[in-house]
């Protein structure tokens, strides 16, 4: 069993992330939503994690928090030892540009520029020297096959070629996580199995991956699996064995 199910009050040696009885409640108007209702778990380093859960599960809040894009309301949140639970914006924005790599359903590619602009663009916000930007953007590219599409723009390339792209772009600065956000929503089948096997060879490569997807057959590439429901994990399963709430997962 993982190393990452013994609690989650502070990252072990190896840990990535720990969250520690997370809670998350948005104001809307004069009701309060608790999107996360207490969440403590940890992800080590080289970990290939599913997050999945049906609408309403709190999925899409807990991967808005490990992503740095939004703060717990309670709790806490420490990625590779550094506690971003109560960090600026800019801060947090840092944080998002240094340490986690994001791939989206959508891709969120700039139109106008090639390639090899969309892969620099999170060095260019770090402040990299214009020839080594280059450099790591064009190996980022070649790392994912398209060395001959650095000069096309997007819509010269096809979604699976996009995607890669986008895949580029989160490995460029060498981030801890890549956070994939339903990474083949919006390809064929046979695209997106092309896309987890890039996933796949990442993984073995060393790279830590978190999906958040609610299609089966891809978290079954993962090599974990936590499912949420209610804002509360309800089971976290790795290699065939699950680990029911109240052993670094509460609720349920």
Do not use: W
């Not at 993982?2 to 998350?24: F, T």
């Amino acid at each position: 069993m993982s190393a990452s199910r013994e609690g989650a009050m502070a990252p072990a040696a190896g840990h990535s992330l720990a969250i520690s009885d997370v809670v998350k409640t948005y104001v809307m108007g004069s009701t309060e939503v608790n999107a996360l209702r207490g969440v403590s778990l940890n992800i080590g380093r080289n970990e290939y994690v599913a997050i999945m859960g049906p609408s309403g599960s709190g999925k899409s809040t807990l991967m808005n928090v490990i992503g740095c894009l939004d703060t717990p309301t309670s709790g806490t949140y420490l990625l590779e030892g550094q506690s971003v639970s109560e960090l600026s914006d800019d801060e947090l924005a840092d944080i998002r540009n240094r340490q986690i790599g994001f791939v989206f359903q959508t891709f969120n590619l700039l139109p106008r520029a090639n390639v090899l602009h969309n892969v620099e663009l999170p060095l260019v916000y770090a402040g990299v020297p214009r020839a080594e930007r280059r450099k790591r953007a064009e190996e980022a590219i070649a790392r994912v096959g398209l060395g001959d599409r650095a000069h096309h723009k997007p819509n010269e390339l096809s979604g699976g070629q996009r995607q890669r792209v986008a895949i580029a772009r989160a490995l460029v600065g060498n981030p801890s996580i890549i956070l994939a956000d339903e990474p083949t929503g919006n390809l064929d089948s046979k695209t997106g199995e092309e896309i987890m096997q890039m996933f796949d060879d990442l993984h073995a490569a060393g790279q830590t991956i978190i999906l958040v997807t609610h299609e089966d057959n891809i978290a079954a590439h993962a090599r974990r699996t936590i499912r949420l429901k209610d804002g509360l994990i309800e089971s976290d399963v790795t290699t065939g064995v699950q680990v029911r709430a109240g052993h670094g997962a509460p609720g349920g």
